[in-house]
């Protein structure tokens, strides 16, 4: 599964930002599998944002962003995106956008990231 993540931004605390992943190259539908987007800031190990499951029917989010982010798919344009809302500087960070067959544990595919900074 080839994943390209697009979006990414400097924006100022408090706005907000829309990113989008598109997936291509896989050998099952889209459908087929969960997506997810996830963070990882200078020095720190990536960190789950957000999931949706292949059914669209369950989503999760960290507790940090709850309320804030929303992650939500277009199966037919096999893509997924995470609005982002009131965004603070410790949001600075590279997203990375991942999928994974809906019957496997790991998340085991990646996109290259889209750098989004938060600054005044």
């Known amino acids: 599964v080839q994943l390209v993540e697009s979006g990414g931004a400097l924006v100022q605390p408090g706005d907000s930002l829309i990113l989008s992943c598109t997936a291509s190259?896989?050998?099952?539908?889209?459908?087929?599998?969960?997506m997810s987007w996830w963070r990882q800031a200078p020095g720190k190990a990536r960190s789950l944002v957000a999931s949706?499951?292949?059914?669209?029917?369950?989503?999760t989010y960290a507790d940090s962003v709850k309320g804030r982010f929303t992650i939500f798919r277009d199966n037919a344009k096999n893509s997924v995106q995470l609005r982002m809302n009131n965004l603070n500087a410790d949001e600075t960070a590279v997203y990375y956008c991942?999928?994974?067959?809906?019957?496997?544990?790991?998340?085991?595919?990646w996109g290259q990231g889209t750098q989004v900074t938060v600054s005044s």
């Open positions: 991942g999928a994974r067959k809906h019957w496997v544990h790991e998340w085991d595919s």
């Open positions: 190259g896989f050998t099952f539908s889209f459908t087929s599998f969960d």
């Open positions: 949706i499951s292949y059914t669209s029917e369950s989503t």
